[in-house]
T-cell receptor
Framework: EAQVTQNPRYLITVTGKKLTVTCSQN?????MSWYRQDPGLGLRQIYYSMNVEVTDKGDVPEGYKVSRKEKRNFPLILESPSPNQTSLYFCASSGLGRRETTYEQYFGPGTRLTVT | KQEVTQIPAALSVPEGENLVLNCSFT??????LQWFRQDPGKGLTSLLL?????REQTSGRLNASLDKSSGRSTLYIAASQPGDSATYLC??????????FGAGTILRVKS
């Protein structure tokens, strides 16, 4: 089954304790990205990756790091989490086509993070 | 900066009605537009993708139109059912494959 998986699905942690949220896709997609969803602010892009070893900042990258060492995995790293990073996080992936023909993006089930 | 507005913000209808959900965006330089549904506490499910060169896309009881030049997209839901109750999100795609999301329309279909 084609899917995007995220782990963990729920996480409660304390300020300053480094954590990693994993994302994996089995569709051989080049493109992967991370979004966060907050009430009243909607979904906002954190980081994205066009392919292995190619990553770039989205709209709200502060406090986050990513890496793309394998095509299927795109982990999100919070080196020193703070309460304002409490949010619902989504990973997404898609193939990359020609400029005018792009593919639909598939989203993972989400990771609900609480930082106290 | 792209801004996406969805109207109405919330909608409550009896089962069987045909529905229209509206989405407008400020920058017409988009590559495609995707409609999603999100159930409470769950992830996003892709409903339809319309390429920038297309005017319309259909899937079952869903039909989405795109008028790129005027910055508008509409999602039609025919013969609504209680199982259609969810939040519907519109997301035009910009350079870098970035989706820019609207706040969504919360739909409730009453049986």
């Amino acid at each position: 089954e084609a899917q995007v998986t995220q782990n963990p699905r729920y996480l409660i942690t304390v300020t300053g304790k480094k954590l990693t949220v994993t994302c994996s896709q089995n569709m051989n997609h080049e493109y992967m990205s991370w979004y966060r969803q907050d009430p009243g602010l909607g979904l906002r892009q954190i980081y994205y990756s066009m392919n292995v070893e190619v990553t770039d900042k989205g709209d709200v990258p502060e406090g986050y790091k990513v890496s793309r060492k394998e095509k299927r995995n795109f982990p999100l790293i919070l080196e020193s989490p703070s309460p304002n990073q409490t949010s619902l996080y989504f990973c997404a992936s898609s193939g990359l086509g020609r400029r005018e023909t792009t593919y639909e993006q598939y989203f993972g089930p989400g990771t609900r993070l609480t930082v106290t | 900066k792209q801004e996406v507005t969805q109207i109405p913000a919330a909608l409550s209808v009896p089962e069987g009605e045909n529905l229209v959900l509206n989405c407008s965006f400020t920058d017409s330089a988009i590559y495609n537009l995707q409609w999603f549904r999100q159930d409470p506490g769950k992830g996003l499910t892709s409903l339809l993708l319309i390429q920038s060169s297309q005017r319309e896309q259909t899937s079952g009881r869903l039909n989405a139109s795109l008028d790129k030049s005027s910055g508008r997209s509409t999602l039609y839901i025919a013969a609504s059912q209680p199982g259609d109750s969810a939040t519907y999100l519109c997301a035009p795609m910009e350079y870098g494959n970035k989706l820019v999301f609207g706040a969504g329309t919360i739909l409730r279909v009453k049986s």
